[in-house]
DNA sequence: AGTTCTCCATACGCCACCGTACGGGAAGTC
DNA sequence: GACTTCCCGTACGGTGGCGTATGGAGAACT
């Protein structure tokens, strides 16, 4: 009689019990991502999610079978928000604008908005591993794609996203573990420029 | 009484109770480098440790105060390396040379070679934060002191110091995080003549 | 040979977190 | 208004790690 896993959508009808509302699963996978934002994957703890939500271990492990589905669950939710950046950014049309829009997204998107790094600290644990690979090589060759829209051979358009890729990977963490060693203010407009012109086309190339 | 903190150097004396050797305060500190390289910060904790070292917890508390004094001792260690890294670099005369050789180690040194990441992801540690600073600080200085060798003015040298050294650090990551997206094999050669070329003095700047 | 010092083993209490058992209150159902 | 179902509170046992207390074996000293 374990886990209903009560379809989770339709409860929107369920008017929650008077005075305290009732938690769903996406309720509980929401502050699981959060706190892995902000803390990392250690971050996602039972007893101190409950807290934080106000309730208790008793509430989760209805929702859930354990930490690990939490986690895994926390990831869809991150792989949905993921693919919707990625649509989003598709409707830019211009290919150079489209970079552009990504930088800046590196450099100027909110804080840990990409969980990515952790992922890469945690890509050991089973749940995380599958979730890393799979985002991200749909956002490599989706770099890729932009690439050669942009002019670049298969090989080199691969070779150049993955760089971007590394980049941007390098950006995120310095900016949770060293923000300050980025140029601020004024400055941090020419350095975004800076770092576009760096990962423009390859000059040279064999 | 406690924490003798024999000298510790001298301690090449004493020939070690007949049979099993008597463990070092460096000995302690080494594993836990190694540890924190292996597998994080979370690594280094005492009783694992000791077990790993055929030894209990009695020899820890007895070398070091608690665990973040083993925490310091480890990260003064990786500083020395790091010291003695940057001084064989140095003597490589040709600045053009000396960054080939840098970009060489960060795609094939030996793996977690360099703990920077791990510091990064927990720069909020209290032992941990100003070990990074400091190193940092040290890295990105001497960057820009060879691309000023290299004929860049200043500014730019320190940018592109930053630049670089933010590439080494989204490389070191995905080297441990997800190393099967580096190319491998004899792509893996140019590939990194690729970022290389890619490193190189900025073409345009304002 | 006795004493002292060095280094370690063991046992203990504490805390944080995991997962389970079980009970119970409130909403809906008949 | 009984009854069921949903959702949660609480108490419990287990695990892993931290730090302390204390004893004790061997080496070193005298």
New binding site residues.
């Given amino acids: 009689?374990?886990n209903?896993v009560?379809a989770d959508n339709v409860?929107t009808?369920?008017?929650?019990?008077?005075?305290?509302?009732?938690?769903?699963r996406d309720?509980w996978a929401r502050a699981a991502l959060e706190a892995m934002r902000e803390s990392g994957l250690?971050a996602?703890?039972?007893?101190?999610?409950?807290?934080r939500l106000?309730?208790?271990?008793?509430?989760?492990?209805?929702?859930?079978?354990?930490?690990?589905?939490?986690i895994h669950a926390a990831l869809e939710m991150w792989v949905a928000e993921s693919d919707a950046m990625m649509a989003a950014a598709a409707r830019i049309t211009d290919p150079a604008e489209r970079g552009r829009w990504l930088t800046e997204f590196a450099f100027t998107g909110p804080q840990g908005a990409d969980i990515t790094t952790t992922l890469l600290v945690n890509s050991q644990h089973p749940v995380v591993g599958p979730f890393l690979e799979r985002v991200t090589q749909e956002r490599i060759a989706w770099g890729a794609a932009l690439n050669e829209e942009l002019g670049m051979p298969p090989e080199v358009a691969r070779q150049h996203a993955l760089t971007a890729w590394m980049m941007a990977v390098g950006i995120a963490l310095v900016r949770r573990g060293a923000p300050q060693l980025l140029p601020q203010g004024d400055e941090a407009d020419a350095y975004k420029r800076y770092v576009m012109e760096l990962l423009r086309p390859p000059r040279a190339q064999a």
């Fill in positions: 009689m374990r209903g009560p409860r009808e369920r008017p929650a019990r008077t005075g305290r509302r009732t938690l769903s309720d250690g996602i703890a039972v007893e101190p999610l409950a807290e106000g309730t208790t271990k008793g509430s989760f492990y209805w929702h859930f079978k354990d930490r690990d589905a939490l």
